[in-house]
């Protein structure tokens, strides 16, 4: 049970990280909410059937290999960075219950299953991500509750309003909720890609709008978390973050001025 406090909220919640518990089969809020998240956004994805020349059909079939393979990768990148530990614990590569998802690692299995699935199936790419885009960062504002449940993905010490107050390694501390940040942010990202999927000017233009808003917020929230995979003495997902800002909001503007000049 972790007791978790918004004391400038006046908030003080117990927090039980398991939902059920049969007999000793334990099956945790993180995994429940992630799975709640990706239903509710296949849900909304069959409402678009047909838009960019892409069948629903098509979305499910991609799903049942964009998943697992997300998963997996998502896992394999946040392991890569934390080598020395899991080759000296080689079984906790396994043990996901506790989180240790990195969420650039399963975006990066996620294209390679998108480019893959749509040669295979003679679809466009950029139509298939502008599909996908404004439900990505839906599930993503979800999926950051998991975090919560755990107690984890947590940021600096602060004494701002929305501190939130933790236990960690026996000491009491107040701390930026990063989880809370995101969630509010990638809600937001949804919105606007949402309010603007019937409205696409070129392809392409949602999934370049995306990685463009995701990565701003990423960046800024990858500054104030404690467990950030690091090179170094720099954060991966920070430079991963800018490089994707600056590449993304080039081809922005570029499709802007080019549109706008014919």
């Given amino acids: 049970m972790n007791n978790i ?4 909220l006046g908030i003080d919640l117990n927090v039980n990280p398991v939902l059920v518990d049969f007999n000793g ?3 945790y809020w993180y995994a429940f909410i992630i799975i709640t998240g990706i239903a509710i956004c296949l849900l909304l994805c069959k409402k678009d059937d047909g838009k960019y020349n892409v069948k629903f059909d098509e979305i499910l079939l991609l799903a049942l290999f964009l998943l697992p393979i997300s998963i997996i990768c998502a896992r394999l990148y946040f392991v890569l960075f934390k080598l020395d530990y899991y080759m000296q614990n080689p079984l906790e590569i396994l043990n996901i219950r506790n989180g240790g998802l990195a969420i650039y690692g399963g975006i990066i299995g996620a294209i ?5 699935f749509c040669k295979k199936k003679k679809i466009n790419i950029l139509d298939m991500c502008d599909y996908i885009a404004p439900y990505l960062p839906l599930g993503q504002a979800i999926g ?3 975090n919560f449940f755990n107690g984890e993905a947590h940021g600096t010490e602060t004494n701002s309003i929305f501190r939130m107050g933790i236990m960690e390694n026996g000491n009491y501390i107040q701390v930026h909720p990063t989880f809370l940040y995101e969630s509010i942010c990638t809600f937001i990202i949804f919105i606007i890609l949402f309010t603007k999927k019937n409205n696409r000017k070129y392809t392409g233009q949602l999934t370049y709008l995306y990685f463009f808003l995701y990565s701003i917020v990423r960046a800024f929230i990858e500054g104030l978390r404690t467990d950030s995979l690091m090179l170094g003495n720099f954060r991966i997902s920070q430079i991963l973050s800018i490089i994707l800002s600056i590449v993304c909001g080039s081809i922005l503007i570029y499709k802007r001025i080019k549109n706008k000049n014919e």
């Fill in 112 to 116: 390679l299953t998108i480019v893959l």
């Fill in 144 to 146: 950051r509750w998991g």
């Fill in 5 to 8: 406090k918004f004391e400038g």
């Fill in 25 to 27: 089969i334990k099956i």
